[in-house]
T-cell receptor
């Protein structure tokens, strides 16, 4: 059973398009995250949701909008995609008072 | 916010040698310090973690030490094997993991 799953695994799209990445966790965790890993492998937090409430929103362009319909899901919608958005996006989840985060398999987004 | 510095950025050792990776953090409120291993094309996976009320933790060939006063923590891998080759990330957390920039470890036979 996959603990944290995200879809799609690969996404190739043209500049200016809008795309979404979905994430689901079956661990019963109360907190979910989106991380961006750039070409230099740096893992940078973008958003964090706790019990469907946004608690961390790092300096991310407004074109990125997370949505958490329930505690088990955190989706990421990106408008007007730019070349610089190309990266691997990881979803993760944790139980807030424990800390250990489990990552999804990643979505490799390529904007052409 | 939290700032985590990690050194070295690359590390090459011979099989059987030890490897040490060091991290510093800025926010004294951080209380959880995990280490993740990421193999090429894979997701980061937790290998060991330590909490702020503990100074050292060991799990077989890997160990982590934490100096809260100095705000630094280290990963030690002994008897390295080629399968230890990967990128290692440290992180510091109070609510969300803030990662260092990673160390690419290469273990040569």
């Amino acid at each position: 059973d996959t603990a944290v799953s995200q879809t799609p695994k690969y996404l190739v799209t043209q500049m200016g398009n809008d795309k979404s990445i979905k994430c689901e966790q079956n661990l019963g965790h109360d907190t979910m995250y989106w991380y961006k890993q750039d070409s230099k492998k740096f893992l940078k937090i973008m958003f964090s949701y706790n019990n469907k409430e946004l608690i961390i929103n790092e300096t991310v362009p407004n074109r990125f909008s997370p949505k958490s319909p329930d505690k088990a899901h955190l989706n990421l919608h990106i408008n007007s995609l730019e070349l610089g958005d190309s990266a691997v996006y990881f979803c993760a989840s944790s139980q807030r008072d424990r800390g250990e985060a489990f990552f999804g398999q990643g979505t490799r987004l390529t904007v052409v | 916010g939290e700032n985590v510095e990690q050194h070295p950025s690359t590390l090459s050792v011979q099989e059987g040698d030890s490897a040490v990776i060091k991290c510093t953090y800025s926010d004294s409120a951080s209380n959880y310090f995990p280490w993740y291993k990421q193999e090429l094309g894979k997701r980061p996976q937790l290998i060991i973690d330590i909490r702020s009320n503990v100074g050292e933790k060991k799990d077989q060939r890997i160990a982590v030490t934490l100096n809260k006063t100095a705000k630094h923590f280290s990963l030690h891998i002994t008897e390295t094997q080629p399968e230890d080759s990967a990128v290692y990330f440290c992180a510091a957390s109070m609510y969300a993991l803030n990662f260092g920039k990673g160390t690419s470890l290469l273990v040569t036979p």
